[in-house]
């Protein structure tokens, strides 16, 4: 029976990155050895980090100024990292789910934090849109996409203090104009690679503005100067980042991803909307294309264990919800197919039938 992994991270990749990946740590580049035992130092690694980069600042028209780096750690070091290099009194944070509160949490370690709007009223199920930035702030921080609520911020908003956005499930799923930020960071193990690499495109000129002394593991500025090879990077991981991003500029770019993100979000939002069953949990305008979050309507809510084993037995794998809301999540990245969301609404409208 094929299988569709609708899970939210680590998550799908596409099938070829897979097997280029595995074929590498068997033996990379016909050295002999495996990628998974070579020293980030020989030859026939580096250029593995250059062309990643390059590879990133082409898909994402990256402007001069800016570099990229890989990074250990996840998006939750650098929640703690990006107060660390940027806030000096005062930031501002747009709180839009867990991730968010998390990140401020951590910020609020560092100096004063103003809350500028919050989605927590109605359970994150929308994207706040009426607030207003501080101009005495340091930075405005936002996190673009939510994978737990299923709800995203799909422009880049203008804002008179550097913007710094956590775009770790939805980064190179849709053109981006990298000129309004400061900085973008995310986990990679949704739209990148495989668990274990964090991606920070970061400008330049932003960093070192603080006061205080920052350790120097996690000072943007070492990793910046040392081209990601201050420490051991995950090596693997980074590989497995190329290979992706390969994948995603021979498939027509970011440009190509959004138009399938839009597709697949039209097929299962559809399903979700039509099925006498089921409701999404998002406002429609705020609705994610990378998470789609739906649940049982009230009286059928006793349905719930009968309908993931169902969609177990049909092949849909991760779409349990998370587990502080609940209900179910198809989350579909740049790897997922058209006929994986076509079997979702087959499995939904079968369930439907039954019941």
């Given at each position: 029976m094929?299988?569709?992994?609708?899970?939210?991270?680590?998550?799908?990749?596409?099938?070829?990155v897979i097997e280029q990946t595995a074929a590498a740590c068997l033996d990379f580049e016909n050295s002999g050895l495996s990628l998974m035992e070579i020293s980030h130092r020989a030859k026939n690694f580096q250029p593995v980090v250059d062309e990643a980069e390059a590879l990133f600042k082409e898909l994402l028209d990256i402007p001069e100024g800016y570099k990229v780096l890989f990074?250990?750690?996840?998006?939750?070091?650098?929640?703690?990292?990006?107060?660390?290099?940027?806030?000096?009194?005062?930031?501002?944070?747009?709180?839009?789910?867990?991730?968010?509160?998390?990140?401020?949490?951590?910020?609020?370690?560092?100096?004063?934090?103003?809350?500028?709007?919050s989605s927590k009223d109605k359970n994150f199920t929308y994207i706040p849109k009426d607030y207003v930035i501080p101009t005495d702030a340091d930075y405005l921080h936002i996190t673009s996409n939510n994978t737990i609520y299923g709800t995203e911020l799909r422009e880049d908003i203008d804002s008179p203090i550097p913007l710094i956005a956590d775009m770790s499930s939805d980064i190179l799923s849709r053109p981006i104009d990298v000129s309004k930020y400061a900085m973008i960071y995310g986990g990679a193990q949704k739209n990148l690679s495989m668990a274990g690499v964090t991606f920070v495109i970061v400008k330049e000129d932003a960093l070192g503005k603080v006061s205080r002394q920052i350790p120097t593991m996690l000072d943007y500025r070492t990793h910046v100067k040392k081209g990601s090879m201050f420490n051991t990077p995950p090596v693997v991981p980074i590989y497995s980042a190329l290979m992706n991003l390969r994948y995603i500029k021979a498939h027509g770019g970011v440009k190509a991803m959004e138009k399938l993100a839009k597709q697949r979000a039209e097929i299962v939002y559809g399903e979700i909307d039509r099925n006498k069953l089921f409701v999404g949990t998002a406002e429609e305008s705020s609705r994610s294309l990378m998470n789609l979050t739906f649940v049982l309507k009230p009286e059928y809510q006793d349905l719930q264990d009968d309908f993931l084993a169902f969609a177990t037995s049909k092949g849909m794998v991760g779409v349990k919800g998370h587990r502080d809301v609940g209900g179910f999540r198809a989350s579909c990245y740049n790897a997922m197919s058209i006929e994986g969301c076509e079997a979702l609404v087959a499995c939904m409208k079968e369930f439907e039938a039954q019941h």
């Open positions: 094929k299988k569709y992994n609708f899970n939210a991270g680590p998550s799908i990749l596409p099938r070829e990074l250990g750690g996840g998006a939750s070091l650098e929640f703690c990292m990006v107060p660390y290099n940027f806030l000096e009194k005062k930031a501002a944070y747009l709180n839009t789910g867990v991730w968010a509160t998390k990140a401020m949490k951590e910020a609020k370690l560092f100096g004063e934090v103003v809350e500028i709007a």
